[in-house]
């Protein structure tokens, strides 16, 4: 069966304008936080703002019209170049294919990380990906080579619904690994990854469909990839990486191409390996050469630097650091990858303090860690922990005991918020470096806290 066209689409100018010089990495942390401003949730990046302006999304859902009627008042849906409500009502609009509507505002100020997590997997599940997924997975569990029936047993084709289910799931979890971190996060993500490739490999789609489903999937194993690292699952997430590379490999990617290197050589650094994060980091520069995006080029510099770092090579990360500062000031574009919208000026000088610290000076890197903290985007609450520890480990370093503890208080009390195995191995840590000096007042009420913090809890 041939299959039919796709409906065309008329690009949302009047959005476009309203966006202004913002690039949309930019645009999108602005509708997040004008979100927070009104107690909504919405996990908004540069895809998301993308689909608007092409026209994909021809009417947002009712969290995000509050968003930008709050955003610019006074206008209308029409006035923002959306299609009425009324006029789409009933048609299965592609904005609320996979999507998990907001609370309504001020409710979602508690929503606990687990509950969270299920809202993930049961919307990407009742997208109408699970048929599909189910309809991919052998019968017989024992059976040594899994075999995939005929897509159309299903009895659906696979489309933009289920391709919308796929970027979702990606969007969701790196809003929550955000705010929450991830340990609490990776076991929910089996499913969705599975069932991303598991629609990959049913086939009859069209090659727009495809697309997206290459990149939705390797954009999501990158992302599970991630939780797994942040988590201390560094094999696993060695696995992930490697599985998104293979896709961009086979789809002609080269974003998300560059994007698997430059985590792979993040992971690489963490795991000891520094000549690998630098050759990695470097594969990822050669093909990133191919998209028109400073920024990225700018992080990916930063990954080398950090290769470099761990190698001790003082003149090579400096000389990575400089291209990553010379690119950065370069500003923000089009071209920026969505996955980009955390790398900021905060990110750039909490990168900059981990090279300073792994070639051992304390001072200038708790300088960078610092402003790091200061600059950090409220909505970034993991990488504000990050931040914040980082600085206690370069303080106890630097023979400032007092700050040190100050700064490790103020991790632990965000730890409440956060679960990352990374992040607790750094304070304990620091912790350890800290007990000699348990005479110092700061440093004992540190630890005091520290250790009800980190007691087991009788049942």
């Known amino acids: 069966m041939t299959p039919l066209p796709a409906p ?51 009417c947002p859902n009712y969290a995000y019209e509050r968003v930008f009627r709050h955003m610019f008042p006074g206008r209308s849906l029409t006035d923002l170049g959306f299609a009425s409500r009324e006029s789409v009502r009933g048609h299965g609009a592609r904005h609320g294919a996979g999507t998990v509507p907001a609370p309504a505002p001020g409710a979602g100020a508690s929503i606990d990380v687990f509950e969270e997590s299920e809202l993930l997997r049961r919307a990407f599940m009742t997208s109408g ?61 089996a499913t969705p990854l599975s069932a991303a490739y598991a629609l990959l490999d049913a086939g009859g789609y069209s090659r727009s469909v495809a697309e997206r489903l290459y990149a939705g999937a390797g954009e999501l194993a990158i992302s599970v990839g991630w939780l ?30 560059a994007h698997a290197f430059c985590n792979t050589a993040f992971l690489a650094r963490d795991a000891g390996r520094p000549r690998e994060a630098v050759r990695a980091a470097q594969a990822a520069q050669r093909v990133a050469e191919r998209l028109s995006s400073p920024r990225l080029l700018s992080l990916l510099a930063l990954r080398e ?20 500062q010379t690119l950065f000031g370069r500003g923000p574009s089009d071209g920026d990858p969505e996955w980009m919208s955390f790398y900021g000026e905060a990110e750039l000088e909490g990168l900059e303090a981990q090279c300073w610290s792994a070639l051992g000076d304390w001072g200038r890197a708790a300088d960078h860690a610092r402003r790091a903290v200061a600059l950090q985007d409220p909505h970034f609450t993991r990488n504000i922990a990050l931040f914040t520890t980082e600085l206690a480990a370069d303080l106890a370093h630097d023979g400032a005991p007092d700050e040190a ?40 009420d540190f630890l005091d806290h520290y250790e009800t913090a980190t007691r087991p809890q009788r049942v």
């Open 228 to 257: 797994a690292h942040d988590s201390g699952r560094l094999s696993d997430a060695r696995s992930h990486y490697a599985e998104a590379l293979a896709t961009a490999r086979v789809s002609g990617d080269p974003a998300l191409e």
């Open 8 to 58: 065309s689409l008329r690009p949302n100018d009047a959005f476009r304008r309203l966006r202004g010089p913002l690039s949309p990495a930019e645009f999108a942390a602005s509708v997040r936080r004008a979100a927070r401003e009104i107690g909504e949730q919405v996990s908004c990046d540069a895809r998301y703002i993308g689909r608007v302006e092409s026209g994909a999304i021809r």
């Open 305 to 324: 630097a950090g290769g470099w770092a761990w190698l001790g090579d003082r003149g090579g990360c400096e000389a990575a650091l400089l291209r990553a």
């Open 129 to 189: 990906a699970a048929a599909a997924a189910v309809a991919a997975t052998p019968l017989v569990p024992a059976a040594p080579t899994p075999l995939v029936p005929p897509p159309r047993r299903s009895g659906r084709r696979v489309g933009e619904a289920e391709a919308a289910a796929v970027e979702e799931a990606v969007r969701r979890i790196r809003v929550l690994d955000d705010r929450h971190g991830a340990d609490t996060l990776y076991s929910h993500t």
């Open 405 to 444: 503890a100050a700064a490790a208080g103020r991790a632990l009390r965000l730890m409440d918020q956060v679960t990352s195995s990374r992040i607790r191995r750094m304070l304990d840590d620091t912790a350890r470096r800290l007990r000699p000096h348990g005479a110092v007042p700061p440093v004992a």
